[in-house]
């Protein structure tokens, strides 16, 4: 009877102690839900008509906005007209209507140094860019007199490192990959993953002293048997399969392959650090974490992929006007991402399966866009992810590891970073309610650890979302302490939250160009995460575990 007071008057004091995060959050709900609205602005078409000579320079007008979508057809109708005549022998690549300006467009337009040379006109601009500086600068030079007037050719700014990088990521691909090389090529990353699983499991006597999770040596450890934790190395084997099949080919020079092969490249030290980890277990968290942001540095330059906006007064100005800030801020943000999915990486499915949820709001959003570097990104870790929960769930018979954890969330994270900084009609809000799960887990272990327990931030224990659900909702009502129950046990995490995710995520798929509504879905996530924590913390769920 002591020990039924005394674990009742614990979920209390914790209820109690939790009691203001709900209330914290709420209000956060309250206070986005009216930045929304006043975020929310009345649509402007601006005229953007972009013209392409031979395969050197392209030529891009874009012109200040109009309050009407036909007032503005009418001007990019103009323009191509004018453009058609002048050079006969360039091709239209875009003719359209933009309601949503990119932070470099909108520098465009506001007569600031940017990356490529421009010439500005009264109510627009024209710009020039080419993959050999010098003939961009050239034929700006050479345009002066057809523009004619006063409008002189303005040279391009350096320093505008971080622009110049997005200017690469933002090149448009002539070239597509079809439907049926898409879903070849995720075919291959989803066999090479089941495949390379399938050997590592079957060779465990020869690696296992390396490469085998210990059965309970810490409280995160919910495995009944030692099993092996480098799944990781069949993800990144599936990556390389992919970029080897698209050689093979003769698909290499295409840009989107490139840029695929790039951001695997970048990858590289976010899995080395934890794949190291996972073979010797001796490499610490701050090193794994330090390696991870490294590569998000790495990316940047490399893909380009470097957030320049975040629809956040203030901080959009650092963002595009210190580049190095912008750089540094990415690559934390990214290797908190991928921190937060090897937080999450606790029972048998639940990360591949919240990945695979993710990626495919990736590729349903990519789609949608036509950004096939995300696209081909995100399939082939889809694929990936396939092949390796076959042997993960249920069965459990192979691990992500922190190798495997840290590459998808930095895969997951990278994605997300590339497909804001390569279309500006997505919200960059998009990818942070996408990845919601892991950074609420992430942020919220912190409060918990440091404000409601008192503990220090880095100190593991067992209380996040997904071990309750195993400790309070599931092992009392599944059965005793044998190890196939305790299987059954780890296996049923996963269908039991992914739905709920899945659920909150949803209507991320209908806003995904829209920060007030995404603001909204983020408030909706947070509020949602602590209502079913206290729901399962409750004294009514105590009780009811111990009369079961």
């Known amino acids: 009877m002591s020990n039924t007071s005394t674990m009742v008057d614990r979920g209390k004091r914790n209820r ?74 360039c091709t239209i690549v875009h003719q359209r209507c933009i309601h949503k300006l990119s932070p470099r467009q909108k520098l465009f337009l506001d007569s600031a140094s940017v990356d490529v040379p421009v010439i500005r006109l009264p109510n627009g601009v024209v710009t020039f860019e080419a993959t050999d500086p010098v003939i961009a600068q050239q034929t700006c030079t050479a345009s002066e007199k057809q523009v004619g007037g006063n409008n002189k050719c303005a040279n391009p700014d350096p320093s505008g490192l971080a622009m110049a990088l997005a200017a690469v990521s933002h090149t448009q691909m002539e070239f597509k990959l079809s439907a049926g090389t898409l879903a070849k090529l995720t075919a291959l990353a989803a066999l090479t993953s089941f495949l390379i699983c399938a050997f590592i499991i079957r060779s465990e006597r020869w690696h296992g002293r390396f490469s085998h999770d210990a059965v309970e040596s810490g409280p995160q450890k919910f495995h009944a048997v030692a099993v092996p934790r480098i799944g990781g190395f069949a993800l990144a084997c599936a990556i390389g399969a992919s970029i080897v099949g698209l050689n093979a080919a003769g698909l290499r020079e295409a840009y989107s392959v490139e ?54 007064p203030g901080l959009d100005d650092l963002l595009q006007y210190w580049p190095l800030f912008a750089i540094a801020f990415t690559a934390f943000a990214v290797g908190g991402v991928a921190n937060a999915m090897n937080i999450i990486d606790g029972y048998n499915g ?134 196939v129950d305790q299987h059954r046990r780890n296996s049923a995490v996963a269908p039991y939250l992914i739905p709920l995710i899945a659920l909150l995520m949803l209507p991320a798929l209908l806003v995904w160009d829209r920060t007030d509504g995404l603001l909204v879905c983020a408030g909706l996530f947070g509020v949602a995460y602590v209502w079913l924590y206290r729901r399962i913390t409750s004294r009514r769920t105590l009780k009811w575990m111990i009369k079961t």
Request: aromatic fraction near 8%; include cysteine.
């Open 16 to 89: 109690k102690r939790l009691q203001p995060a709900l209330w914290i959050l709420s209000t956060i709900l309250a206070v986005l839900t009216a930045a929304a609205f006043l975020l929310h602005k009345p649509r402007v078409h601006h005229p953007e008509v972009v013209t392409q000579m031979g395969d050197v320079i392209r030529i891009g007008i874009l012109l200040q906005s109009h309050p009407q979508a036909s007032r503005c057809e009418a001007v990019v109708r103009k323009v191509a007209d004018a453009m058609k005549n002048i050079c006969p022998e």
């Open 259 to 312: 840029g695929f092969a790039l951001l695997a490249l970048a990858a590289l030290p976010a899995f080395g650090g934890g794949f190291a980890e996972d073979l010797t277990k001796k490499v610490g968290v701050l090193a794994r974490l330090l390696l991870t942001i490294s590569a998000g540095g790495l990316a940047s330059i490399l893909v380009g992929a470097t957030l320049i906006r975040l629809d956040i």
């Open 350 to 483: 639940l990360a591949a399966a919240y990945s695979i949820i993710a990626l495919a709001a990736l590729t349903w959003v990519s789609l949608q866009v036509g950004d096939q570097v995300v696209l081909l990104a995100s399939l082939t870790m889809l694929g990936a992810l396939v092949g390796f929960l076959v042997w993960n769930w249920p069965g459990g018979r192979i691990f992500l590891g922190d190798g495997g954890a840290y590459l998808v969330g930095f895969w997951l994270a990278e994605l997300g970073v590339l497909l804001v900084v390569r279309n500006p009609e997505v919200s960059p809000w998009f990818p942070l309610v996408i990845m919601a799960y892991p950074i609420m887990e992430t942020v919220f272990s912190m409060y918990r650890r440091k404000i409601v327990r008192r503990r220090q931030v880095g100190q593991p224990d067992a209380m996040h979302l997904h071990q309750l659900v195993y400790s309070r909702l599931i092992r009392r009502s599944v059965g005793s302490k044998k190890s």
